[in-house]
């Protein structure tokens, strides 16, 4: 039996299920079906609009459904669906008396009377409608509604997180974890349907300027300071285009109420998890005042273990590993900041943010090797201890100027960041008799510091300028210039007390980076068509200095960006969008430099300073249908990636100072190309005014080829993946989240991935008039969540498998000062990259 092609035939059954699920007033003509609500056959010339936003947050309601009903009969008329800007058109309508009705999840069905289309009137513009969150009275008991944890736009989904249970006391990584489409693996690396090379951002700032890796960003920030995470998987050319899946946006609270306010949270948890955080913000007059702190201490337990096979010559050799470790950390986050607004057109926005934190592994590890178990050649344990020590700040400054000419205005954006790290290692390696007793008295102690300095300055400006109520176009630059200094000593001891330099493994490399980019959009409605197109332009200069062997080299290299997003919305409360661009996946300076890093006295990784960026295609279509309690979005997305870049490992003994020794060398390698297509389906469900559900399941196929200088191998693979989230707000204030998700096997060029489930569940009680909250949440209940894998290559096969104590209980508490509302203000446009990002769509 052809498992490929047995899965080949589901995942074009899935695909002909979700063309199935388009009715048919999708594929007719603009006005099919409607009927005349008034006069039958009286022409449509009538045309109604308007703006629906939250009464309490003031933000746009993006792609709520607005249905037009006839005041005598009720019948309907027409219907729209909002824009990510909240805006609704409707034409073609004829004269008479209506009334429109309103319907978003979490918000209760509202309608607004006695709308009047006549010949000497025939277009009505309703302005700006205000809409309140669902209150329902049971008995003496208010239930408030949440918004809705997930929201569909043109070119991304929006997942609330404000009301998130099961992350209490966690961070933006444990967040990531309960995110649609999105994986998080043991050493908390994020991939984005399947792929690994995806673009974080923190509030619409790269969160990898100086140096610091996504998960490492989002390890600093605590969940209970996230609004909401944006998951844009098909950027407009506004954005930065690094990243072959997409990019990941992470919003932060702000607030910016007239007098004083503030939220106050603080979080134990078992396994030595405690932390804590206080946002507070005073507005008086033109000035706004905002700052934030956040402490976290954690102290856990990790295990491994791992077995390699090497073969070669008729002989096999192994080695096994036993590993246990503990991890701990200590971070501080602070920042400060001001909005002075000259006038209602123009505001300067003023923050600097500072970031302290230190991390501490100690990692005791039992190595055997052998070619017969009962006689092993060689018993030894490593300890290895390392104290990692960061410090960052970053400046922003932003200017914000609107004009009398609605959707006009002016956005410039300045950043400077810098980072130091200095990390420290020791290793002590003891050899031990066949039988683990009684040590030999060969010992090796070795040491290593790490030196980081790292900066980086971005500036961006943005124009968006309308040529009439339907149409506006956009242009903007941004300018990125960052250096990453790293100097690595590494030391053995020769004697007691006396250190000698191992020019093997010691290095300093510098690298610089420069990035100028210019873009250009034009959007318009037709009709009932939305369309955005855009072009972006980038320049790239890369300059490595391997100081230590006096090596240099450099990458420059042009590359045009394209951009498209079609929408159409359709009777009935559907739409149907498809999107597509081009994007980049640039080196990271750890990957192109030559010298050789020691992640064990068997573990060797290098980088291959001849890499390529990898470029990469993507399409995708959706579609979007609501009801008044329920919404679907199913979609299918192709992308591929020319001269992707994996990870490649062999088994070498000729490593400089390692000769004679079995060692794991893990390089990189510019791939021929890598495919990936599949489906995504998320399902919505109110169950009634307290309950509601949502759930996703994806499915796709992961292509590899390799044909690189050092490799020729290919693996193919189904993969799929599904979450599950149930919401209950109960009488008393009372609220129960629970939560679950399955991950399939995932391939990679030289192995597989095996699968990953886990489930949570937390309680929630307001208490004192909903000005506090106490929470108690369980992670991973059923102690599931292990990291396993196997690799392979010509002369090697290796099973490794890594755990955490990741079931935890947490007990957390949060005081709101006057109403601190969990809504970001969204006082400043998106503009990709810029400060202060929401990531509003190009759409009219």
């Not at 805006?87 to 069905?109: Q, R």
Request: no cysteine; hydrophobic share 35%; glycine share 8%.
């Amino acid at each position: 039996m052809d498992i490929r092609k047995i899965s080949k035939r589901i995942f074009t059954l899935l695909f002909i299920s979700i063309l199935a699920w388009f009715p048919a007033e999708l594929y007719s003509q603009p006005g099919q079906g409607r009927r005349a609500a008034e006069g039958g056959t009286l022409p449509k010339i009538g045309k109604l609009q308007g703006t629906i936003i939250d009464t309490e947050t003031r933000e746009p309601l993006m792609f709520a459904s607005v249905v037009l009903n006839s005041e005598r009969d009720s019948t309907m008329v027409s219907g729209a669906i909002t824009t990510e800007e909240g805006k609704f058109v409707m034409d073609e309508l004829p004269p008479g008396i209506y009334y429109i009705t309103i319907n978003f999840v979490g918000y209760p069905s509202q309608d607004f009377n006695s709308i009047r289309i006549t010949f000497r009137e025939p277009e009505v513009d309703m302005g700006i409608i205000e809409v309140s969150p669902s209150a329902q009275l049971l008995g003496e008991v208010t239930v408030e509604a949440a918004r809705s944890l997930m929201e569909t736009g043109l070119d991304r989904r929006v997942i609330n997180v404000g009301q998130e249970l099961t992350s209490i006391g966690g961070t933006g990584l444990d967040i990531m974890q309960n995110i649609p489409s999105v994986a998080v693996d043991f050493d908390g690396n994020i991939s984005l349907r399947g792929s690994g090379n995806v673009t974080i951002l923190i509030d619409g700032r790269p969160s990898t300027l100086t140096g610091l890796s996504g998960s490492e960003a989002l390890e600093q920030i605590p969940s209970e300071m996230i609004e909401r995470v944006e998951v844009i998987t098909n950027p407009s050319a506004r954005f930065n285009p690094e990243g072959t899946s997409g990019i990941i946006n992470v919003v932060l609270k702000q607030q910016r109420k007239p007098g004083y306010n503030g939220m106050v949270s603080l979080n134990a948890g078992s396994a030595g998890r405690y932390s804590g955080s206080v946002n507070l913000n005073y507005k008086l007059n033109k000035w706004n005042f905002f700052t934030n702190y956040s402490g976290r201490l954690l102290d856990m337990e990790s295990f491994g273990n791992s077995q390699r096979e090497t073969f070669g010559g008729g002989v096999s050799n192994f080695m096994d590993q036993d590993i246990n470790g503990n991890f701990g950390m200590n971070s501080h986050n602070a920042q400060l900041g001001v909005d002075y607004n000259f006038n209602p057109k123009n505001t300067l926005t003023a923050s600097s943010r500072y970031s302290n934190w230190d991390r501490s592994m100690d990692n005791l590890t039992e190595y055997m090797l052998y070619q017969d178990l009962t006689s092993p050649s060689s018993l030894f344990l490593m300890d290895n201890e390392t104290d990692m020590l960061h410090n960052s700040f970053s400046h922003q400054l932003n200017f914000r100027r609107t004009y009398d000419e609605r959707h006009r205005e002016l956005i410039a954006d300045v950043g400077f960041s810098t980072r130091n790290m200095d990390r420290n290692e020791n290793f002590l390696q003891e050899f031990f008799d066949q039988n683990w007793n009684n040590p030999n008295g060969v010992d090796n102690l070795e040491r290593s510091n790490m030196d980081g300095k790292n900066w980086s300055f971005t500036s961006q400006l943005d124009y968006v300028h309308p040529l009439s109520e339907n149409t506006k176009i956009e242009t903007g630059f941004r300018t990125q210039v960052r250096q990453m200094d790293s100097e690595f000593l590494f030391e053995n001891q020769v004697s007691p007390g006396v250190w000698a330099n191992n020019t093997n493994r010691s290095n300093h490399f510098i690298y610089d980076e420069q990035i100028y980019a210019a873009y250009a959009m034009y959007a318009t409605m037709l009709g009932k068509f939305s369309l955005q197109t855009g072009l972006r332009l980038e320049q790239t200069l890369v300059d490595g200095n391997q100081l230590t062997e006096g090596k240099t080299f450099e990458k420059n290299y042009l590359n045009l960006f394209p951009t498209a997003h079609v929408r159409r919305n359709f009777e009935n409360n559907q739409a149907l969008q498809i999107s597509y661009s081009r994007r980049i996946n640039r080196p990271h300076n750890r990957n192109i430099n030559p010298f050789m890093r020691f992640n064990s006295e068997y573990e060797v990784s290098m980088g291959n300073p001849e890499l390529d960026a990898e470029l990469i295609n993507s399409l995708e279509l959706g579609y979007t249908r609501f009801w008044e309690s329920t919404t679907i979005n199913p979609s299918i997305f192709y992308r591929n990636t020319n001269g992707m870049v994996t990870r490649f490992q062999t088994v070498t003994d000729s490593l400089p100072g390692l000769e004679g020794r079995e060692v794991t060398l893990s390089t990189y390698e510019n791939l021929n190309k890598g495919i990936s297509y599949g489906a995504e389906l998320i399902l919505s469900q109110k169950i009634n005014s307290w309950w509601s559900m949502n759930g996703t399941f994806s499915y796709f196929r992961n292509i590899i080829e390799g044909k690189g200088a050092q490799m020729e191998l290919e693996n193919d693979n189904y993969s799929w993946s599904g979450r599950f989230v149930s919401n209950m707000n109960l009488p008393g204030g009372w609220a129960i989240q629970v939560n679950g998700f399955y991950r399939s096997p995932i391939i990679m060029l030289q192995g597989e991935m095996d699968a990953m489930y886990s489930a949570s569940a937390g309680v929630r009680k307001n208490i004192w008039g909903n000005s506090g909250t106490i929470s108690l949440n369980v992670s991973d209940i059923f102690n599931t969540m292990r990291f396993s894998m196997n690799n392979y290559g010509d002369n090697f096969t290796m099973d490794m498998e890594r755990w955490r104590n990741s079931r935890q209980i947490t007990l957390g508490f949060t005081y709101r000062i006057n109403e601190f509302e969990r809504r970001r203000d969204r006082r400043s446009r998106d503009n990709g990259d810029s400060d202060n990002m929401d990531f509003d769509d190009f759409d009219m």
